[in-house]
C-alpha cells in the first residue's frame, strides 16, 4: 500500500499500521500532538464531534518508529501549515478519512480494503509474531484491560501457525523431559 498510494493516504496508512491509532485519534493527530519521538494523544474526532479519547487510556503516548518519522517529516514539509497533521484541502479541518479512503484508496487498493481498524489488529499481531507479550501490546494500543488485546486484536494467520507453535512446545517438553530422564537414569547408576 506505501508504494501505491499517493499522498496523503500513503501517510494516513502508514500512521494507522504503525502507530495502531484509532481511526478518529488519526483524524484528531494536530502537530502540536507529535514530539518527532512520540504521538501524545489528547484528541478524538469522530465524523463531526471533537471530543476525549475513548476511554482515559487511550489520552497516552504512543512511540513513534523511525521510518514512520521520516513518512511523517516529509508529510509535514508539504503539508505542514496546518494545525491539523491530516486536514482536508477545502476547508483545513480535520481530514475525514473514510472520504478519502473512497476518493483515493478504493480505486487502486479495491478488495483488498478491510478498514481502518484493521491496522490495530494487524500491528497487534505482528508484535505478536515478533515476541512481544499481549500485556506489553495492551499498553501500546492503550487498552484498559489486555483481555481486550488477547481476545479481540491477536490473529493466528492460520491453523498452520497454531500447529507450529505447538509444534514448538512440544519439542521443549520432550527436551525438558529428556533431560530428568537422563538425570534420573544416571543417579540411579550412582547410587548402585
Known amino acids: 500500500m506505501l508504494e501505491r498510494l499517493p499522498e496523503p493516504s500513503r501517510t494516513v496508512v502508514a500512521v494507522a499500521a504503525f502507530s495502531g491509532l484509532r481511526e478518529s485519534e488519526i483524524r484528531g493527530l494536530r502537530w502540536t500532538d507529535y514530539d518527532g519521538k512520540f504521538f501524545h494523544v489528547r484528541t478524538s474526532i469522530w465524523r463531526t464531534h471533537e471530543g476525549e479519547t475513548k476511554t482515559p487510556e487511550s489520552k497516552n503516548s504512543v512511540p513513534v518508529i523511525a521510518p514512520l518519522r521520516l ?18 484541502e477545502k476547508k483545513g479541518r480535520p481530514l475525514h478519512l473514510d472520504n478519502l479512503c473512497r476518493r483515493e484508496m478504493k480505486p487502486i487498493i479495491g478488495d483488498r480494503w478491510h478498514g481502518w481498524h484493521g491496522f490495530r489488529r494487524g500491528l497487534m499481531t505482528v508484535l505478536f ?10 499498553k501500546i494500543l492503550r487498552h484498559a484491560d489486555s483481555a481486550v488485546t488477547r481476545k479481540h ?15 514448538r512446545l512440544e519439542r521443549i517438553v520432550r527436551r525438558k523431559l529428556d533431560r530428568q530422564g537422563s538425570r534420573k537414569h ?3 547408576i550412582n547410587t548402585v
Request: aromatic share 6%; proline share 2%.
Open 71 to 88: 513518512i511523517l517529516d516529509a508529510h509535514k514539509q508539504r503539508n505542514g501549515t496546518s494545525e491539523w497533521i491530516f486536514a482536508g
Open 153 to 167: 486484536y491477536l490473529m493466528l494467520k492460520s491453523r498452520a501457525e497454531g500447529n507450529v507453535a505447538m509444534k
Open 129 to 138: 509474531d515478533l515476541g512481544v507479550d499481549p500485556e506489553i501490546g495492551s
Open 186 to 188: 544416571k543417579s540411579r
